[in-house]
Antibody, heavy 118, light 106 residues
Framework: QITLKESGPTLVKPTQTLTLTCTFS??????????VGWIRQPPGKALEWLAL???????RYSPSLKSRLTITKDTSKNQVVLTMTNMDPVDTATYYC??????????WGQGTLVTVSS | SYEVTQPPSVSVFPGQTASITCSGD??????ASWYQQKPGQSPVLVIY???KRPSGIPERFSGSNSGNTATLTISGTQAMDEADYYC?????????FGGGTKLTVL
C-alpha cells in the first residue's frame, strides 16, 4: 500500500522560504519510471501542479513558478523536499504530494494547509 | 504554455449519464487523466491514459480522448458521485490541470 504524508510549517511570513517534506512508503524512488510530485490548491480554487522529480533525479517544474521552486529527493529516507522562495499571501493553499507513474498521479497525500500572512 | 479547459459545472439526475469535457489543442495526441475530489478530501484518480480505470473505481466511470477533447462519462450517476472533477494532461513532461468541474446530482 502506497502512502504519502506532507509536513512543514502551517504559517509563513511574506518573503520567507517555504520548505515542505513528503515522506512516503510502499514504493521506492529508485525504481525506473517512478516519480513524486507536488500540487497545490488555494482555498475554493483549482489544482495547480508545481513540480515533479523522477527516480533518475530528472526534475520538472511549472513554467510559471520555476524560478521559485526547487525539488530534491533523499532516497534513503523515502523523502522528497520542495522549497518555494519569496512566499506571498496568494501562495496560501493546501499543498499535496503524490506518487507519479508515467502518465498518472496516484495516490495523493492528505495535504497540508500553508497560510502566508504577516 | 499549454492549457486545458473544463466547464465550471455539470448537473445530472440520479441514474442518468453525466459527461464532463476537457478541451485543449490536440489533446487527443496526449494522455488525459481524471481526478475526483470530494469536499475536504484529497483528489482520487478515476481515469488514466484516456480510458483506463484504476483498481477499485466503479465501471460506471469511463473516458475517451480524441481530437481536441477528452471526456469523462459517468453512467448511472449516483448521489455519491457528486464532487469536483479535474482533467489533467502531460505536455512536454510538465503537468497541466483543468480548472475543475463541479458535478451536481440533482
Amino acid at each position: 500500500q502506497i502512502t504519502l504524508k506532507e509536513s512543514g510549517p502551517t504559517l509563513v511570513k511574506p518573503t520567507q522560504t517555504l520548505t515542505l517534506t513528503c515522506t512516503f512508503s510502499g514504493f521506492s524512488l529508485n525504481i525506473s519510471g517512478v516519480g513524486v510530485g507536488w500540487i497545490r490548491q488555494p482555498p475554493g480554487k483549482a489544482l495547480e501542479w508545481l513540480a515533479l522529480i523522477y527516480w533518475n533525479d530528472d526534475k520538472r517544474y511549472s513554467p510559471s513558478l520555476k524560478s521559485r521552486l526547487t525539488i530534491t529527493k533523499d532516497t534513503s529516507k523515502n523523502q522528497v523536499v520542495l522549497t518555494m522562495t519569496n512566499m506571498d499571501p496568494v501562495d496560501t493553499a493546501t499543498y499535496y504530494c503524490a506518487h507519479s507513474g508515467s502518465n498518472w498521479i496516484d495516490p495523493w497525500g492528505q495535504g497540508t494547509l500553508v497560510t502566508v500572512s504577516s | 504554455s499549454y492549457e486545458v479547459t473544463q466547464p465550471p459545472s455539470v448537473s445530472v439526475f440520479p441514474g442518468q449519464t453525466a459527461s464532463i469535457t476537457c478541451s485543449g489543442d490536440k489533446l487527443g495526441d496526449k494522455y488525459a487523466s481524471w481526478y475526483q475530489q470530494k469536499p475536504g478530501q484529497s483528489p482520487v484518480l478515476v481515469i488514466y491514459q484516456d480510458i483506463k480505470r484504476p483498481s477499485g473505481i466503479p465501471e460506471r466511470f469511463s473516458g475517451s480522448n480524441s481530437g481536441n477533447t477528452a471526456t469523462l462519462t459517468i453512467s448511472g450517476t449516483q448521489a455519491m458521485d457528486e464532487a469536483d472533477y479535474y482533467c489533467q494532461a502531460w505536455d512536454t513532461s510538465t503537468v497541466v490541470f483543468g480548472g475543475g468541474t463541479k458535478l451536481t446530482v440533482l
